[in-house]
């Protein structure tokens, strides 16, 4: 069983509402999200969970963080960990479903989709909805983002690498992939995960990263990378 809370340097993150637990990848996706993130006053995180992505920006900007979550356990999950952390006056959750919501326009725009629109399902409904596109396809959360974003604004997504790639494709008619990390376990691995910050048009950025090296520790990478937020780095 998953551990019922995740403690960070700055804050802790109880996960016992949510189907969706703390994991590296999310991690990784907020904290370099954040090494990228522009000097804005407000920003929207679509589909929260926990509400890590939320909190790890909170900890890094000023921003006023609007969070949504259509998930009510989870919904109220997040409010708690925002409650409690240093930065709960910045920090709002709106039980909503994106496709409806009439806020915005944001600046920036965080979100750690569904992963999977076609791959086999599990028992658990609720990781279902979290795991897979089964309520909100990538087509309407390109639709959702492109309503909810300011004309010269940018957003943030992860997702596994194959994933990826078709999301890149349907995203082209409309916003530009300005800085992508792809994400090894280790340097004998394929890539797995990619992080990509889309915005106006411009050049692409591009680095690679290994969360483990051959003797399995963290690499200086990602250490570098989550220094600020794990206690044991």
Same mark, same amino acid.
């Given at each position: 069983?998953?551990?019922?809370?995740?403690?960070?340097?700055?804050?802790?993150?109880?996960?016992?509402?949510?189907?969706?637990?703390?994991?590296?990848?999310?991690?990784?996706?907020?904290?370099?999200?954040?090494?990228? &993130?522009?000097?804005?006053? =407000? $920003? #929207?995180?679509?589909?929260?969970?926990?509400?890590? /992505?939320?909190?790890?920006?909170?900890? @890094?900007?000023?921003?006023?963080?609007?969070?949504?979550?259509?998930?009510?356990?989870?919904?109220?999950?997040?409010?708690?960990?925002?409650?409690?952390?240093?930065?709960?006056?910045?920090?709002?959750?709106?039980?909503?479903?994106?496709?409806?919501?009439?806020?915005?326009?944001?600046?920036?725009?965080?979100?750690?989709?569904?992963?999977?629109?076609?791959?086999?399902?599990?028992?658990?409904?609720?990781?279902?909805?979290?795991?897979?596109?089964?309520?909100?396809?990538?087509?309407?959360? &390109?639709?959702?983002?492109? =309503? $909810? #974003?300011?004309?010269?604004?940018?957003?943030?997504? /992860?997702?596994?690498?194959?994933?990826? @790639?078709?999301?890149?494709?349907?995203?082209?008619?409309?916003?530009?992939?300005?800085?992508?990390?792809?994400?090894?376990?280790?340097?004998?691995?394929?890539?797995?995960?990619?992080?990509?910050?889309?915005?106006?048009?411009?050049?692409?950025?591009?680095?690679?990263?290994?969360?483990?090296?051959?003797?399995?520790?963290?690499?200086?990478?990602?250490?570098?990378?989550?220094?600020?937020?794990?206690?044991?780095?």
């Amino acid at each position: 069983m998953a551990n019922t809370f995740f403690k960070f340097k700055q804050f802790t993150v109880h996960q016992e509402g949510s189907a969706m637990k703390v994991c590296t990848d999310a991690c990784i996706q907020g904290a370099f999200t954040a090494t990228h &993130l522009p000097a804005v006053a =407000r $920003l #929207l995180d679509i589909g929260t969970g926990t509400g890590l /992505l939320s909190l790890m920006l909170a900890q @890094q900007s000023s921003a006023f963080i609007d969070a949504i979550e259509l998930d009510e356990e989870a919904a109220l999950q997040a409010a708690a960990n925002f409650n409690a952390s240093p930065w709960g006056d910045r920090l709002k959750v709106l039980k909503e479903d994106v496709r409806s919501f009439s806020g915005g326009p944001y600046p920036f725009i965080i979100t750690n989709p569904p992963f999977y629109e076609n791959d086999l399902k599990g028992p658990s409904l609720k990781r279902n909805a979290a795991m897979h596109a089964t309520s909100l396809g990538y087509e309407e959360l &390109l639709a959702s983002i492109k =309503r $909810l #974003l300011t004309p010269d604004g940018a957003f943030s997504v /992860l997702l596994p690498y194959a994933e990826f @790639q078709r999301f890149s494709v349907l995203a082209s008619g409309d916003f530009t992939l300005r800085e992508l990390l792809l994400v090894r376990q280790t340097p004998a691995h394929d890539y797995f995960r990619a992080v990509g910050i889309f915005g106006v048009p411009g050049v692409l950025h591009t680095s690679e990263m290994s969360v483990y090296d051959e003797h399995r520790q963290y690499t200086p990478e990602f250490s570098a990378l989550l220094k600020a937020y794990y206690l044991y780095l």
